[in-house]
């Protein structure tokens, strides 16, 4: 009973250390895991045929120009999907690092800069791009049609093989979404710290470490990093400059959403094309409304903080090593680096050491801890 | 002389007009918020959540030229990442559909109105969780 009493005074004293304000920002970031709703742009969404193809598809390094190349290469699963490289290597170096597959289906915008609206548009990209996967519509159909398992499962999720190669690779990217769409983060402590905070549950609210618990405050509060690392996925899902110099060599910049912009309008692969299985295009009101401004050059997207540590290294061109790098950019950025016509967000914290050690400490617990993906074991080959 | 008390009447007639017809300025449906100008009213309603594309069902009184919606953080001098499309429906009602807040904080809805070779910005400003 005295040890009852004691945890309910603690988690009441703790508990009252946070404002109703605090409360309210701090359950917007639940409750995790969200719900899953089928993409309707993509028929295979949510199909247990389509998310057993697109594993297939997500391992198979033969839809590369060499043939060593797949999906897995950079999003490598005991890795938490990325591949803990600056700037993914794929049959070449790209520009940009790596990012997480886990989540994904929660995003409104796909890659770095939003070039895509969709998973399956999304998925195409490393397939045709010469630096990752290197191969075009008519290689990845051919392979599809002439590997008998593969063939025969496409048939099962789509129905007949389209004559068109283009038709195909879109159907190996609906399935290739349809598998990563199930590749969710699993419950944290604060979650755990979150809900309890919500249903009022002292033990549970006692539970979470104090320095966690002044990390959290300072960034629903001091450091107002919930302003773009909102909602359950701790993202916006939208773009920002935040001072990280966007020139990739010389003679070489990074445009980011500028340029993503202008891709996805370009693409005949975007919600409002004809691959779109949606006939109500209820989906794509993004794409039809969305406003390119001259601010947008070397804008990134809001990355997940979920698994966070699993994910380093950090920022669009991987030049934070650690979390306490990134902490360090943002508690000295200059606003001088940032657009002289862009959003007026940024602000150098300027941390102590302590508020430094107290976001790591809070940071880190938005990791599950580890992959849990198992692959599937090779079910009998498809008739 | 004759000439300037003609306009200052005209203006005043305006004006008188304007706020006739804004009091008369509904929008059927149910709660509805209202911004005034001299000239004009809006009568809007919207149920904007964070993150999520919205739209909004207005009125305007008298129905001006032409009509554009906007949104604002000003402390954050940006605005939002969508450029809505006004529809209208007649009778000085629109639907303005497109918008999306991607920040918590202080909003403001902007409808620009142009009327009479002018225009004019009403302004109300919201807070979104």
Not at chain 1, 204 to 228: H, M, T
Not at chain 2, 80 to 89: D, E, F, G, I
């Amino acid at each position: 009973m005295k040890r009852w009493l004691a945890l309910l005074l603690a988690a009441a004293t703790q508990a009252a250390a946070f404002t109703d304000e605090e409360v309210r920002a701090i359950a917007a970031h639940g409750p995790w895991p969200p719900a899953f709703a089928p993409d309707p742009s993509n028929r295979a969404s949510g199909s247990k045929d389509a998310i057993e193809l697109g594993e297939r598809l997500f391992f198979e390094r033969r839809l590369s120009a060499n043939g060593a190349v797949s999906c897995s290469r950079c999003h490598i699963p005991e890795r938490n999907w990325t591949d803990g490289e600056a700037r993914a290597i794929g049959l070449a170096r790209v520009d940009r690092n790596t990012m997480s597959v886990t989540n994904v289906r929660v995003q409104r915008w796909f890659g770095w800069d939003g070039a895509n609206d969709s998973l399956w548009a999304q998925s195409l990209r490393p397939l045709l791009d010469a630096r990752e996967m290197g191969v075009d519509a008519s290689r990845i159909a051919k392979f599809v049609r002439q590997h008998a398992d593969l063939a025969c499962r496409y048939r099962r999720v789509f129905g007949a093989m389209p004559s068109e190669d283009e038709a195909v690779m879109v159907g190996v990217a609906k399935a290739l979404a349809a598998f990563q769409e199930t590749l969710s983060s699993g419950r944290t402590a604060f979650d755990e710290f979150r809900d309890a905070l919500v249903k009022g549950d002292a033990a549970g609210i006692a539970a979470y470490p104090e320095d966690a618990k002044r990390g959290l405050r300072f960034f629903v509060g001091k450091g107002s990093c919930n302003v773009c690392h909102v909602g359950p996925a701790f993202t916006n899902g939208e773009f920002h400059d935040t001072g990280i110099p966007f020139f990739i060599e010389q003679g070489r910049v990074d445009p980011g959403r500028h340029a993503g912009i202008q891709k996805l309008r370009a693409s005949e692969f975007n919600l409002l094309g004809r691959y779109n299985d949606d006939a109500r295009r209820s989906t794509a009101t993004g794409t039809t409304h969305v406003r390119l401004e001259h601010r947008n050059f070397g804008e990134f997207r809001t990355p997940s903080l979920r698994n966070l540590a699993l994910s380093a290294p950090y920022m669009h061109n991987g030049s934070r090593e650690t979390l306490r790098d990134v902490l360090d950019h943002y508690s000295t950025v200059s606003p001088d680096r940032l657009h002289a016509d862009g959003e007026a967000i940024l602000r150098a914290l300027n941390l102590t050491a302590r508020e430094t050690d107290d976001l790591v400490a809070f940071l880190e617990t938005l990791s599950d801890g580890g992959a849990t993906y198992r692959r599937q074991p090779s079910a009998a080959d498809c008739r | 002389m004759e000439k300037r008390r003609a306009a200052v009447r005209a203006a005043a007639l305006s004006l008188v007009l304007g706020a006739g017809a804004a009091l008369a300025c509904e929008l059927p449906g149910g709660p509805a918020q209202t911004i005034r100008s001299p000239t004009h009213s809006v009568v809007y309603r919207a149920a904007p959540r964070l993150g999520e594309h919205f739209a909004v069902e207005f009125a305007v009184c008298p129905a001006p030229e032409g009509v554009r919606v906007d949104a604002w953080m000003p402390a954050h001098r940006h605005g939002m990442n969508y450029v809505p499309a006004v529809k209208a429906l007649g009778g000085g009602r629109y639907r303005a559909e497109g918008l999306l807040f991607h920040m918590p904080g202080e909003w403001e809805f902007v409808f620009v109105l142009r009327a009479h070779g002018a225009t004019q910005r009403l302004v109300r400003g919201l807070r979104v969780e």
